[in-house]
């Protein structure tokens, strides 16, 4: 059973257009829902992360909507950029093993100029 | 500081073979992990040490061993290579930040290894 549901599974959105990635999870014990950000040929790096008390974090141009009751959150990147062209993961965790996160399966995002 | 680092980069194996995959961190931190990343299904957690001399399994731990040497230091064996082992292999480690936990995972730059 997989705990954490991604999709899509790629993207294509035009320069300056807004993506969306959503992910769903099942176990209502996660507190701690991290966004990482992956290049080719490069390790996955934090881009934003919130916990279950907040329903909407913005960094920039990233942000986390959380929607606690539907078991759901999402990525919103507004005023995509080429640059923005990565594969995303979704992932949840829970105290105390916080740092063991569950991961969802990446969205290829291809922002086109 | 140069983070997590991880050796081999690219490492090809016949089946049968085994071999060892490093990783080290300079950031002090106490929890450390091991995953394999396969084509459109994520990472995968293999084993993770949540401090320096334990180790626990994680969600795919068969066909694998691991080492926390010391705090820095956390190694993959693979015993008996199969090609179901072709992946790339990251190593992470994190640390909870205070106050409003978070825990950051840094990930090393993966080794790619190809299993014959």
């Known amino acids: 059973q997989q705990q954490v549901k991604q999709s899509p599974q790629s993207l294509i959105v035009q320069k300056g257009g807004i993506s969306i990635i959503n992910c769903a999870y099942e176990n209502t014990a996660f507190d701690y829902f991290p966004w990482y950000q992956q290049f080719p040929g490069k390790g996955p790096a934090l881009l934003i992360a919130i916990r279950p008390d907040v329903s909407e974090k913005k960094e920039g141009r990233f942000t986390i909507s959380f929607n606690k009751s539907a078991k759901q959150f999402s990525l919103h990147i507004m005023d995509s950029q080429p640059g923005d062209s990565a594969t995303y993961f979704c992932?949840?965790?829970?105290?105390?093993?916080?740092?063991?996160?569950?991961f969802g399966d990446g969205t290829t995002l291809t922002v086109k100029p | 500081n140069a983070g997590v680092t991880q050796t081999p980069k690219f490492q090809v194996l016949k089946t049968g073979q085994s071999m060892t995959l490093q990783c080290a961190q300079d950031m002090n931190h106490n929890s450390m992990y091991w995953y394999r990343q396969d084509p459109g299904m994520g990472l995968r957690l293999i084993y993770y040490s949540a401090s320096e001399g334990t180790t626990d399994k994680g969600e795919v731990p068969n066909g694998y061993n691991v080492s926390r040497l010391n705090k820095r230091e956390f190694s993959l064996r693979l015993e008996s290579a199969a090609p179901s082992q072709t992946s790339v292999y990251f190593c992470a480690s994190s640390e909870a930040k205070h106050p409003s936990p978070t825990y950051e995972q840094y990930f090393g730059p993966g080794t790619r290894l190809t299993v014959t």
């Open positions: 992932a949840a965790s829970r105290n105390p093993e916080a740092g063991k996160s569950t």
